[in-house]
């Protein structure tokens, strides 16, 4: 007789653990992907990720697998995104894959092995398996919740101006947003509060400008109906 692990009501397929890691870089949103050396997809760009072991939970798996690429003290943000089980997606068999979300935000810019990159989330490379689509989940996880809830702090640094914010809300969202609306919306909501500070003038003078932050580091719902929307076309 089998064991019970591999048998039809309980089969043993192949766990992996992903992680789509995205960070606003030079106004643009961008993922980071390791370019896979070995078939399948050699060459192609992948998530970084690898194998759930027998004695480790998912979360504890991502948090290794990322450990390989960047630190893990890095992310403002993780979270679990979803799970993929097509059969086909792996040419080597059936395999099972439970994606991450997490975040780095824009002050912090961590050292990547010479496999890893980043690549703007509006035109990313070839990628390996379901990657891309994974890729595209993310982004619209991440949309949505910074409608909702205040996720912003995991993007921003730990002091910014509202034009500053603004950058990065434009970046992740895809489309324009008004630093006013923005600045009315956030603070409306108890998400943001003033240092107390300004930032130096530019090049150009004029006033200095106010440093905010976000009130707490914590995810949170600020609004369970709210959503951003694009505006109108004329």
């Given at each position: 007789m089998g064991s019970v692990w591999s048998s039809p009501e309980r089969p043993a397929y192949p766990h992996q653990a992903l992680a789509v890691v995205l960070q606003v870089r030079g106004r643009r949103l961008h993922a980071m992907l390791w370019q896979r050396p070995n078939e399948p997809f050699a060459g192609a760009w992948a998530l970084p990720g690898g194998p759930l072991l027998a004695d480790e939970t998912l979360g504890a798996s991502v948090a290794r697998q990322l450990a390989a690429k960047v630190e893990v003290a890095h992310l403002g943000h993780l979270e679990q995104l979803e799970t993929r089980s097509d059969p086909g997606r792996d040419p080597r068999g059936r395999t099972v894959a439970t994606a991450y979300l997490g975040l780095i935000p824009t002050h912090v810019?961590?050292?990547?092995?010479?496999?890893?990159?980043?690549?703007?989330?509006?035109?990313?490379?070839?990628?390996?398996?379901?990657?891309?689509?994974?890729?595209?989940?993310?982004?619209?996880?991440?949309?949505?919740?910074?409608?909702?809830?205040?996720?912003?702090?995991?993007?921003?640094?730990?002091?910014?101006?509202?034009?500053?914010?603004?950058?990065?809300?434009?970046?992740?969202?895809?489309?324009?947003?008004?630093?006013?609306?923005?600045?009315?919306?956030?603070?409306?909501?108890?998400?943001?509060?003033?240092?107390?500070?300004?930032?130096?003038?530019?090049?150009?003078?004029?006033?200095?400008?106010?440093?905010?932050?976000?009130?707490?580091?914590?995810?949170?719902?600020?609004?369970?109906?709210?959503v951003f929307r694009p505006p109108s076309a004329p």
């Open positions: 810019d961590p050292a990547l092995p010479d496999d890893t990159a980043w690549h703007p989330v509006d035109a990313l490379p070839a990628t390996a398996f379901d990657h891309g689509s994974i890729v595209r989940s993310a982004l619209a996880r991440l949309r949505s919740k910074l409608s909702y809830t205040n996720v912003g702090f995991a993007l921003a640094p730990p002091e910014f101006t509202v034009a500053e914010l603004r950058e990065l809300y434009v970046a992740a969202l895809g489309y324009d947003v008004t630093a006013t609306n923005l600045q009315r919306v956030l603070l409306r909501r108890g998400v943001l509060e003033p240092t107390g500070e300004q930032a130096p003038p530019g090049r150009a003078g004029g006033r200095p400008a106010a440093l905010y932050r976000f009130v707490t580091p914590e995810l949170s719902v600020t609004d369970p109906f709210a």
